[in-house]
């Protein structure tokens, strides 16, 4: 079945943490903040996990640069955690599809529809990513798709071999502890994961940040 482009981008501390240990997460310099909002810009949809939401309340809307349009924002979140404040709900901006499981609350289900979001359930108890993407691709013609964290979400699509190209931002600073950019159960060893091939290596404007760009071979 045919699936969008996936685009993981992140920026991670040298040590590979995208957040602190208490949730802290601004790591892009200006500079890089506006090159992720032409991404944002690029793509038609932007896909985050419940926790980025929960901790953070982004917006997700490409407004540091001329977009033509604002990307679908897509939550992925199996027991519909998130809450009914958040700003992909309330900002209509944009339009939201939060993609959820059986195992979600119906009322808050009915409340988010009712608050104009779209609410997919797929999974009994776990959201199946790759079904997700071929419904995007098929029914909202979604060819372009940028992960925006988090670490959680991103294990789950590299595991899963449904991303395409990882763009990590490393930034001048130690956290020592915190959510990696890619959270997991882990691979054993070099042979089980993806092979990754480097697209291309550029110093930031701001010349403290290196930004990396690889592709994910596939098969
Ligand atoms: N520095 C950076 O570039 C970024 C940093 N972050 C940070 O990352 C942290 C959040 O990362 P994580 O804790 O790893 O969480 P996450 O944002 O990856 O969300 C994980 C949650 O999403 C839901 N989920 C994901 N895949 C699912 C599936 N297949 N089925 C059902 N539910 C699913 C579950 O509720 C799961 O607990 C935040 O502190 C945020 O600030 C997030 C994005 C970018
Ligand atoms: N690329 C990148 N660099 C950082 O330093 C970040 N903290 C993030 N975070 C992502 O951007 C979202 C915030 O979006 P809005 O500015 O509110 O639109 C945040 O939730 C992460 O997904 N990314």
């Given at each position: 079945m045919p699936k969008p482009y996936v685009i993981i981008v992140s920026a991670a501390s040298i040590d590979g943490r995208i957040a602190s240990?208490?949730?802290?997460s601004r790591l892009s310099c200006?500079?890089?903040?506006?090159r992720l909002h032409e991404v944002r810009a690029s793509v038609d949809a932007i896909m985050v996990g419940a926790n980025t939401v929960i901790n953070d309340d982004p917006s997700l809307t490409p407004r540091y640069v001329k977009a033509i349009k604002n990307p679908i924002r897509v939550i992925?979140?199996?027991k519909l955690r998130i809450?009914?404040?958040?700003?992909v709900i309330t900002n209509k901006e944009?339009?939201?599809?939060?993609v959820t499981t059986e195992q979600s609350d119906r009322n808050k289900t009915a409340?988010?529809?009712?608050?104009g979001v779209e609410v997919w359930v797929m999974g009994k108890e776990r959201v199946n990513l790759r079904d997700v993407l071929e419904k995007l691709f098929t029914e909202k013609g979604v060819k372009r798709v940028l992960v925006e964290g988090g670490g959680h979400l991103n294990w789950e699509l590299i595991k899963e071999e449904i991303a395409d190209e990882i763009?990590?931002?490393?930034?001048?600073?130690?956290?020592?502890a915190g959510t990696s950019f890619i959270e997991g159960e882990g691979y054993p060893t070099t042979m089980e994961g993806p092979r990754l091939r480097l697209k291309s290596v550029n110093i930031c404007e701001c010349g403290q940040e290196v930004v990396l760009d690889y592709t994910i071979e596939k098969g």
């Open positions: 240990k208490t949730g802290y200006p500079f890089d903040l506006r992925i979140d199996g809450p009914l404040t958040a700003k944009a339009p939201t599809i939060i409340q988010l529809m009712n608050m763009r990590l931002t490393i930034s001048p600073y130690v956290f020592g």
